[in-house]
């Protein structure tokens, strides 16, 4: 898969700059897969797992099928797949026990209720409003984690749910992450949805 040219921090680029830097780059590592393997990838991975919906589009216009965030979490049949989820399985992840509990994670589904960027602005700590099913699990055994801070979450009835921090983001990257047990209780299912703060520096 593409994963950049020169693997810079897209998000950093000024706005009005950054499709244009986007595009060029991923071309140009597209070429060079083409003079070197005679193939382009039809798939991306986002460099330190942020994007925007700008990147997203490009992707598509470019005629890319599909390309992986970092943020962690199942991939099923409702998903983004300009925004497939993956879990880490490297140094502290990387135990048998941790691998066999993260496959039989199934996908919590859920869809954004109103449009979301992973970009923060504006409302620090952010708001997330999602549309949960209701017949897959139960909102009242939801839990969340926020990195580096603690969170809440609050029923807004139908099967809707706002979350955010009890604090504001202060990292560069923050996920909210929800999780669960299916109402069959057999499975836990996993969400998240990664923030990004460009101005700070990793």
């Known amino acids: 898969g593409n994963h950049s040219h020169a693997h810079p921090y897209f998000l950093n680029t000024p706005e009005k700059d950054r499709k244009a830097v ?9 070429k060079l897969f083409e003079d070197n393997l005679g193939i382009q990838p039809v798939v991306f991975a986002y460099t330190y797992g942020a994007f925007d919906q700008m990147m997203e589009e490009s992707l598509r216009e470019m005629g890319f099928i ?10 099923c049949e409702s998903s983004n797949v300009y925004a497939v989820p993956r879990f880490p399985m490297a140094g502290s992840y990387a135990s048998q026990h941790d691998f066999i509990e993260k496959v039989k ?3 919590m589904r859920i869809q954004y209720a109103e449009t979301v960027s ?9 708001i997330l409003i999602l549309q949960t099913d209701e017949d897959q699990l139960n909102i009242a055994a939801l ?8 969170g809440e979450i609050k029923s807004l009835g139908a099967g809707k749910i706002e979350i955010s921090a009890l604090a504001p983001l202060n990292r560069r990257r923050t996920l909210y992450t929800l999780t669960a047990r ?4 057999g499975h836990w299912l996993w ?3 990664l923030w990004v703060r460009p101005e700070i520096n990793e």
Do not use: E, Y
Request: glycine share 14%; no cysteine.
């Open 191 to 193: 969400f998240s949805h």
């Open 143 to 150: 839990q969340i984690f926020v990195q580096g801070g603690k």
């Open 22 to 30: 986007f595009v060029q780059d991923v071309q140009n590592a597209q």
């Open 105 to 107: 994670m199934k996908a």
């Open 182 to 185: 299916a109402r069959d209780g």
């Open 118 to 126: 992973h970009l923060l602005g504006g409302t620090n700590p952010p």
């Open 66 to 75: 599909a390309a992986a965030a970092q943020n962690s979490g199942v991939f």
